[in-house]
Each structure stands twice: as C-alpha cells, then as structure tokens.
C-alpha cells in the first residue's frame, strides 16, 4: 500500500496551460505539504496544511494554488505555466506538533513537471 | 541564499568502509537537524535526526555528529553497503522540531561500491 500517493507521476505540457497534480495520504496525518524541486535539486517548501487549514504559504506565485478538500488530500493547481515552473513537485505528510511530530516527513515519488 | 549546504555533490566509497556525508549552516536559529536519503524515482525518506541539545545520535549504522560552534553536521555510515547508495539530503528546522518548516540541502549522491 503507497502511504502518500501523487498523480500523475509525469505531465507534459505547453506553456500558458492549467494543470492540476493530486496528493492522497493514507496515514491518518493531519499535516500535508507540497515541496518543488528545481533544476538546482534543492527541495523547497511551498505549502503546507494542517487539518485542512493553510499554515506555511511560502514565496510562492499565485498562480500555484492548493487545495485540501479533507484532511487526506492536497492538490495543487498551476494556472498558466511556464518555463520555470519544470521541476519535481513532492507531496508529503506528517503528525501534527504535539502528536508526534519529529520532523519525519513521509514523501510521495513525486510529479516531474516538463513546460515546453 | 543557501542556509543549509552540501558542498559535495558526490562521494564514492568502498563496501564495508565508512561513509562521511557532510552538512553546514548559516542559520543560527536552526536548532534540530535531520538526513533523508533518496533512491532514484522515489521520495526521500527520513533516516536520523538530532537535537541542538545533542553532539551525537546513533542507530544502528547511522551516527549524526553535531557541532554547533562549527555549524556543521555530518552523517557516518559504517560499515558502508551497496544499498547505501542513494542522495542524502541533509535538513534543518527551528524551534526544537516544532516548526513545520524544514530547509534542505541539496544532496549528496553516495556510491558503494562492492
């Protein structure tokens, strides 16, 4: 069974496009957070939520937006997309501060992004 | 603006030797550390961490050496298998571990070699 599952693992598009990538979590985390990582191979935080309420939003363009419906999904929409937006984008979750939380992050395989 | 770096991209070293992966920061406000190692098309997965309160935390084969007047860190792996090899991201947070936020390195890739 995959604990933090991402679709779809590769997405191909054109710039000026709308695209979405789906975050499922199946351990009973109430933290999740979406992290890029650019061509450089830094791992950057971008956002996270915490029992569906948006806690780290970091300098992040606008046109990035999450969403949470429930405490087990993060999605992430990007509205019109260029260049700089090719990367891999990790979905994870944690305990929350207080029930556990050890800074253990558990990762999904990550959505490598490619913007022609 | 790197607050936490890996100056070497890679490190190669023999089955059964030790492994020394190393780690500094800039941030004086960090005061809990940890190594996630990675395996090609897979998410990192966390492997050790420690407290500012701490120098050393040991398990199993992993041992995490930190020195706050240096701000360094480093990770040993002894003895080193093949299935060591993997990028080892080094990370570090504020507040104790009861920050959400963690700030990568970039990794290092190890190689084991049999």
């Known amino acids: 069974d995959t604990a933090v599952s991402q679709t779809p693992k590769y997405l191909v598009t054109q710039m000026g496009n709308d695209k979405s990538i789906k975050c499922e979590q199946n351990l009973g985390h109430d933290t999740m957070y979406w992290y890029k990582q650019d061509s450089k191979k830094f791992l950057k935080i971008m956002f996270s939520y915490n029992n569906k309420e948006l806690i780290i939003n970091e300098t992040v363009p606008n046109r990035f937006s999450p969403k949470s419906p429930d405490k087990a999904h993060l999605n992430l929409h990007i509205n019109s997309l260029e260049l700089g937006d090719s990367a891999v984008y990790f979905c994870a979750s944690s305990h929350q501060i207080g029930t556990g939380f050890s800074g253990e992050l558990f990762f999904g395989e990550g959505s490598r992004l490619t913007v022609l | 603006d790197q607050q936490v770096k890996q100056n070497s991209p890679s490190l190669s070293v023999q089955e059964g030797r030790i492994s020394i992966l190393n780690c500094d920061y800039t941030?004086?406000?960090?005061?809990?550390f940890l190594w996630y190692k990675k395996y090609p098309a897979e998410g990192p997965t966390f492997l050790i961490s420690i407290s500012s309160i701490k120098d050393k935390n040991e398990d199993g084969r992993f041992t995490v050496f930190l020195n706050k007047s240096a701000k360094h860190l480093s990770l040993h792996i002894v003895p080193s298998q093949p299935g060591d090899s993997a990028v080892y991201f080094c990370a570090a947070s504020s507040s104790g571990g009861s920050n959400y936020k963690l700030t990568f390195g970039k990794g290092t890739l190890l190689t084991v070699n049999p």
């Open positions: 941030n004086s406000m960090f005061d809990y």
